[in-house]
């Protein structure tokens, strides 16, 4: 099925308008509250849709969610046939690890958006951390978001720093490269994490959706609910049927032809 722009501002429930910052921050916020981010076929083992056909057809149409490489790649597909000038970008995720590490690989991408107000970042495919806003490309500047507070920090002419402050300091998620990049290299980076047996897409359930005022989150088989007010609540789903149910009811993904899902949960998290 050919997948439109009306097609995807319907899934989002966004109204079209002119190319400007003011629609770009409509459709970010959208998007990540409509489209949930999830894992399940890397969990599972199925190579995930790599053209933009084929995960429009996934996304918009299928009642699924995905990772950065699909969530990305569709927002990149749609804000171009809308008239924004988008260049495809590649991160080098840095989570977890300590700030003077070696690089990592690239394997998160993003698109730089042009809105007439100075460059932008649009991400919607980071998961729970995400930002729910596009993020001005300007280096120092504290931008709040609904749930934290953001920064680019410019490490040298054409690689940035993105950086997260929740409730305590500053957490550098990815640094990106302002360098445009072709379509083999999203297909390389989704095959590594899709295969390499350190990739943690492979070795665990994870979900994320974040709403106007709650974001939602599933590691393995622990549901949280954060609030904007700070409060959390979490639970422990103790069966197949709840985890399922969970993924359809609150994260709003159709598992019903996801193969082997159920054995994957039980296998990994249940036994």
């Known amino acids: 099925m050919e ?8 899934r989002i429930g966004v109204a079209p308008g002119p190319a400007d ?54 927002l990149h597909d749609m804000l171009r046939e809308l008239g924004y000038p988008v260049t495809p970008l590649l991160g080098r995720v840095r989570m977890g690890i300590a700030e003077d590490a070696p690089p990592t690989q690239r394997t998160h991408r993003v698109t730089l958006v042009e809105t007439g107000d100075g ?46 402050r929740g409730s305590g300091d500053w957490i550098t998620q990815y ?8 379509d083999v290299d999203y297909a390389m980076g989704s095959w590594y994490l899709v295969h390499h047996p350190d990739s943690h897409f492979r ?3 994870n979900a994320a959706r974040s709403f106007a005022d709650r974001r939602i989150t ?25 985890v399922l149910a969970v993924l359809q009811e609150a994260f709003g993904i159709d598992t019903s032809g996801v193969t082997g899902l159920e054995q994957r949960i039980r296998d990994v998290h249940l036994s």
């Open 3 to 10: 997948t439109t722009l009306a097609d995807y501002l319907d």
């Open 21 to 74: 910052a003011e629609l770009l921050a409509r459709i970010v916020g959208a998007h990540i509250a409509a489209i949930a981010f999830e894992n399940l076929d890397p969990f599972t083992g199925t190579e995930p849709p790599v053209t933009g056909d084929a995960i429009a057809a996934k996304l918009v149409h299928g009642g699924r969610g995905g990772w950065c490489f699909e969530h990305n790649a569709l």
């Open 119 to 164: 460059p932008v970042i649009a991400d919607v495919g980071f998961g729970g951390p995400v930002p729910t806003a596009p993020l001005r490309l300007v280096d120092g500047s504290v931008q709040p978001t609904t749930f934290a507070d953001y920064r680019y920090l410019r490490r040298e002419p054409d690689r940035w720093r993105l950086q997260r």
């Open 175 to 182: 640094d990106i490269e302002l360098t445009p990049v072709p």
């Open 203 to 205: 070795a665990g359930l």
């Open 218 to 242: 599933l590691s393995g088989t622990r549901y949280t609910v954060r609030h904007t007010d700070g409060r959390a609540e979490e639970r422990d789903l103790g069966s197949v049927p709840e």
